[in-house]
C-alpha cells in the first residue's frame, strides 16, 4: 500500500472485551496486518474503526442447536454489538511506538431466566477498557524482506462492571463493557516481502492473560494466532487475506460461568484496503466462521464486520 498505514497494535490486542458465554464482543476481524507489514512511523497517528456483531445462534458444543433443548438456568436470545474503536499512536524514536486505544460500545442483550414468563434485556452505551502497548520493529528490513515485531501492554479496567436494566437487575458480568481486571498483552509478528510473488506475507501471535480478580469474576485468558496475505490490486488498492484462530479459557469466580464460557474458533477474513493519500488509508474486511466450538451453551455468530481509518498527522 503507497499510504503508511502502521497502527500501533496488533490483531486481537486491538479487541474489547470477548467473553463469549453471552457475546459480550469479539476478537475478530483483526488487523494485525497494518502493522506488521506497514512498519512502525515516527510521529503522531490517529486511527478508528467501527464493529458489528450479531450473535444469535445458539451453540452446544461445535452443534447449533435451538433454544430449550439443552437445559440451563437461563436461555441466551442474542447479543447484538456495535463497537466504536479510537487510538492514538506516537513513533517516538526509530522502529518504537507507543499507543492507546479506548473502545466504546452499544450493546444489547437479551435472555429469559429459566421458568420466567417475561425476556429481561439490557441495552447501553459505554465507555469499555482502555489499552496502553508499547510496540518495536526493526526499521530496516534484512535481505528477502523479512522482518519482525514485538509488542506488550496493558488493558486496564476503566469500563463499568455493574450495568443495570430498567428494572434494575445488573447485566451478567460477561455481558458489562468492562472486565474489572487489569490483563498483560503480549505479541509478536513475521512480515515477509519475497521478490517471487507480490504482495507480503505475515502471521501473527498475540496473548491476552488477566492479572488479577475483580468482585469475585476473572475472564478467560486468550490466546489467537493469525496469518495471511496483503496483495496489491490496482493503484492503491490492495487485498487482505487472512485465516484466524482464536482460544479463550473459561472465565473463572463466583460471579462467573465457568461452565458456559471459553470457546475456540477458525475464520476466514477477506478485506480490502485504500490509501486515500499519503497519509490517510481506509479498510473494511469481514469475518466469516469456519469452525466455531463452545463450552456449555453459548451465543455464535455468522459474520463480523469492521471498518477502519489510519491517518498520519505528519
Request: aromatic share 8%; with cysteine.
Amino acid at each position: 500500500m503507497k499510504a503508511r498505514l502502521g497502527l500501533a497494535f496488533a490483531g486481537c490486542l486491538l479487541a474489547v472485551n470477548a467473553h463469549a458465554s453471552c457475546g459480550a464482543a469479539f476478537c475478530s476481524t483483526s488487523n494485525d496486518w497494518l502493522s506488521i507489514t506497514q512498519g512502525a512511523a515516527q510521529g503522531w497517528r490517529v486511527w478508528g474503526q467501527l464493529e458489528y456483531l450479531k450473535m444469535d445462534q445458539l451453540r452446544h458444543g461445535s452443534d447449533k442447536v435451538s433454544p430449550g433443548t439443552v437445559a440451563a438456568d437461563h436461555e441466551e436470545i442474542k447479543t447484538l454489538n456495535r463497537n466504536a474503536l479510537l487510538g492514538l499512536d506516537y513513533g517516538f524514536a526509530p522502529g518504537w511506538s507507543a499507543g492507546l486505544m479506548l473502545p466504546y460500545s452499544n450493546r444489547e442483550h437479551v435472555h429469559q431466566a429459566a421458568g420466567a414468563p417475561d425476556l429481561e434485556a439490557w441495552q447501553f452505551d459505554n465507555i469499555g477498557d482502555m489499552r496502553m502497548t508499547l510496540r518495536y520493529q526493526p526499521p530496516v528490513r534484512t535481505a528477502g524482506g523479512l522482518t519482525g515485531s514485538l509488542q506488550g501492554g496493558l488493558k486496564l479496567p476503566t469500563g463499568r462492571t455493574d450495568v443495570r436494566n430498567a428494572a434494575g437487575e445488573v447485566a451478567e458480568r460477561s455481558v458489562q463493557p468492562g472486565s474489572g481486571t487489569t490483563d498483560l498483552l503480549l505479541g509478536g509478528g513475521l512480515a515477509y516481502s519475497p521478490l517471487t510473488m507480490p504482495g507480503s506475507l505475515f502471521a501473527n501471535l498475540s496473548l491476552q492473560a488477566p492479572l488479577d480478580a475483580r468482585d469475585g469474576y476473572q475472564p478467560g485468558w486468550r490466546t489467537s494466532v493469525q496469518a495471511g496475505w496483503l496483495l496489491p490490486v490496482h493503484g492503491r488498492l490492495d487485498l487482505i487475506l487472512q485465516g484466524n484462530a482464536l482460544y479463550v479459557n473459561h472465565d473463572r469466580g463466583v460471579n462467573a460461568e465457568p461452565a458456559d464460557s471459553g470457546h475456540t474458533e477458525v475464520a476466514f477474513v477477506p478485506g480490502l484496503a485504500y490509501a486515500w493519500s499519503r497519509n490517510l488509508s481506509v479498510y473494511g474486511q469481514v469475518e466469516l466462521p469456519l469452525y466455531q466450538r463452545v463450552n456449555g451453551l453459548q451465543l455464535t455468530h455468522a459474520y463480523a464486520m469492521s471498518v477502519g481509518f489510519s491517518l498520519a498527522l505528519n
